[in-house]
């Protein structure tokens, strides 16, 4: 995602490592904006908005960040995210050429001096790590 606010934000081309993701949005441009969510719009009641704001990263770097946990699923992949890890579990379309079966993978976050990296690794049953079994 890209940011572009100079008059807020300050120094151009500065990056953020914490978690956000899409629902994330809406809470994050509320803050910053300064105003509250609608209880009804044309007399419909809204339901509560979901996610959380990021807007405190924007303004510190060091900032931990609110978004902890988060589940997707989509057209039959699944994957939980929470504190720094990611547990997937992709399905291909019956359509794809990939064959059909489980995939399992962790996404594990390591950090080395002061920079965040992604690796991706698909362990061997029964090494996975501990946390799988809390994100599981």
């Known amino acids: ?4 606010w100079p008059r807020k ?8 490592q914490q ?6 949005v809406m809470p994050t441009l509320l803050e910053l904006i300064g ?5 009804t719009i044309n007399g419909v009641g809204q ?3 979901e996610g959380v704001s990021f807007a405190p990263t924007l303004w510190d770097p060091r900032d931990p960040g609110r978004h902890t946990t988060q589940y997707y699923e989509m057209l039959g992949s699944r994957a ?5 890890w990611k547990a997937v579990v ?16 962790v996404r594990s976050r390591t ?8 690796p991706r690794t698909s362990p061997k049953p029964g090494t996975w790590p501990p946390n799988v079994r809390e994100v599981g």
């Open 111 to 118: 950090t080395t001096g002061s920079s965040t990296t992604w």
């Open 90 to 105: 992709f399905r291909p379309l019956p359509s794809s050429s990939t064959p059909r079966r489980t995939i399992p993978s």
């Open 1 to 4: 995602m890209i940011i572009h």
């Open 19 to 24: 978690y956000v993701h899409a629902v994330d």
């Open 80 to 84: 939980m995210y929470h504190d720094g």
């Open 9 to 16: 934000l300050g120094r151009p081309g500065d990056t953020r």
């Open 47 to 49: 339901r509560p908005i």
């Open 35 to 39: 105003i509250d969510p609608p209880e």
